[in-house]
């Protein structure tokens, strides 16, 4: 038997496919594994020897595309297979950009002899000859399927519908579709193939459909010869459809069972081709359930916005108006009369004011920044100061540096971080900005990557126990704040992807860190 040399990268231990003499009894090829866990010993490894096919298996203590230009610098040639679960699919997206291929990780009985065969079929030189075997085809279609479901460019219904007639043409069945299961009744959502009585919107009994036996097993289930089986034959799927082979897996959505991917045909299968392909199927409903997921909370996500512009609709116009006409006959009262108790209500309006921004600014605070650009720091600060400076207060510019992001959110950061270090302590404070964790003489942030910086005072500090809280919306000392400022630099900075950390200042004072920063 021939020698197929495996190197194997991941932190986990290797599967049992590369621990026993290839995985399954059709196996072409005695497997001589090498393992590393991390990409440095990995490199190491096959600069020692050679590797006819490189299998990375996740999680990777490093970039996974940069490994892999490391690897493709030394053998450009060098198949290489991704195995790592299909719920991960930015990153599989990503790693099958970068030119690896991939099988799915799952809990199957099948996973061993489809990443044996993935294996033999990529790092044998005569692998390809064997494309007729069961496990080969599945892991074929698998690639193909996945490489349709990582189109950014197509919506989730146009990407399930081509999956299913991809899928219908790889494994070989002249029909498929996708249901939504409920209360009993099986809604047909999408379909491929022509059959005069499987079509989208059509809705049938539970009791009727070989999904019943999907929902009981609640995995993949394979029919190979429907007519065969006195019970499946009486079902209504078998005499009024004829569909004689099936091969159904579950579709599930936030760990609910939503419905079922379904293949079939009207002449019997081969046992062993439908049993390996079911993996294929189960991989692709997972694929369909965790997109289903992400469409959802989209979807609630657009409402939650929807709900946030028209409060601060609401807002804006429904208190502001009044609040202007209350300010408006106020200045009249206060050319008519001259009373103490007008001083109180100024002080009321003003605060509502402040509230009504405040509370403009926080709503708006959660959307996602969609315009970027260079921000040279120093300019941008320096027009911030100039809406809070106080006489008494200093600000002092350690270091000038340009961030990415959008200014007019960003100076939202600055602005409420110098009126609470001027109001928390009387006005008398010295504000310093730098970066973090440089000499004090630099001038420059790194020209790429990320970098930190802070924002500090010499002002009373904020206690250890309450550092988690002021950032929540509400929190405040002051008898005549809003509470809302804190949280309005939290959310602003975690909207530019940045992570926030209050600490203690050099003087004692407030420290604000920022990193992640671009």
Request: charged share 25%.
């Amino acid at each position: 038997m021939n020698i197929l040399r495996v190197l194997h990268v991941g932190t986990t231990e290797p599967p049992a496919t590369l621990t026993n003499d290839g995985g399954h009894a059709a196996a072409e090829y005695d497997m001589s594994v090498v393992t590393a866990a991390t990409a440095a010993e990995g490199l190491r490894a096959y600069d020692a020897e050679q590797a006819d096919c490189l299998v990375i298996e996740p999680p990777l203590e490093t970039d996974i595309v940069a490994f892999l230009e490391d690897i493709r610098e030394r053998d450009p040639e060098l198949p290489v297979l991704l195995f790592a679960s299909p719920t991960d699919i930015d990153m599989v997206s990503t790693v099958l950009a970068a030119g690896a291929d991939y099988v799915p990780k799952t809990d199957s009985d099948s996973q061993d002899e489809l990443l044996a065969a993935r294996i033999e079929t990529l790092g044998g030189a005569d692998g390809e000859q064997h494309s007729s075997d069961p496990w080969r085809q599945s892991t074929a279609a698998i690639s193909r399927l996945y490489s349709i479901t990582t189109q950014s460019e197509l919506s989730f219904t146009e990407k399930l519908d081509r999956a299913l007639a991809v899928g219908t043409a790889e494994l070989g069945y002249p029909f498929a579709y996708a249901t939504r299961i409920e209360d009993g009744s099986v809604e047909v959502l999408a379909v491929a193939g022509n059959h005069e009585d499987i079509s989208v919107g059509k809705t049938t009994p539970l009791s009727d459909n070989y999904c019943q036996l999907t929902m009981a097993e609640q995995n993949p289930v394979a029919i190979g010869n429907a007519g065969a089986d006195e019970a499946l034959s009486e079902l209504p799927v078998y005499a009024e459809l004829g569909l004689e082979c099936y091969v159904g897996a579950p579709i599930t959505v936030d760990g609910e069972v939503y419905g079922s991917l379904c293949f079939a045909g009207t002449e019997p299968r081969d046992p062993e081709l439908i049993e390996a392909q079911k993996l294929t199927v189960k991989t692709l409903a997972q694929w369909v359930g965790y997109e289903l997921e992400r469409s959802q909370r989209e979807e609630e996500l657009e409402r939650q916005v929807e709900r946030l512009e028209e409060f601060s609709n609401i807002v804006s116009h429904d208190l502001r108006n009044p609040l202007n006409v209350a300010q408006g006959r106020l200045e009249i009262a206060q050319n008519n009369c001259d009373s103490r108790h007008l001083a109180t209500v100024i002080d009321a309006l003003d605060r509502m004011e402040d509230i009504i921004e405040d509370t403009l600014t926080l709503a708006r605070q959660g959307q996602s920044v969609d315009e970027i650009e260079a921000v040279e720091i120093g300019s941008l600060i320096e027009d911030c100061w100039e809406f809070v400076e106080s006489p008494n207060a200093e600000l002092r510019v350690v270091d000038t540096f340009t961030v990415h992001g959008d200014p007019n959110r960003l100076s939202h950061i600055f602005e409420n971080l110098f009126r609470n270090s001027i109001e928390h302590s009387g006005g008398h404070v010295t504000i310093r900005i730098g970066l973090k964790n440089v000499m004090y003489t630099s001038t420059r942030a790194p020209d790429s990557g990320t970098f930190g910086f802070y924002v500090e005072d010499d002002g009373p500090g904020i206690p250890e126990g309450r550092r988690e809280s002021v950032f929540d919306a509400g929190e405040t000392t002051r008898k005549d704040g809003t509470g809302f400022g804190l949280s309005i630099v939290k959310q602003t900075a975690e909207a530019h992807g940045w992570e926030i950390e209050l600490t203690e200042g050099f003087d004692g004072g407030a420290r604000f860190e920022f990193t992640n920063v671009r």
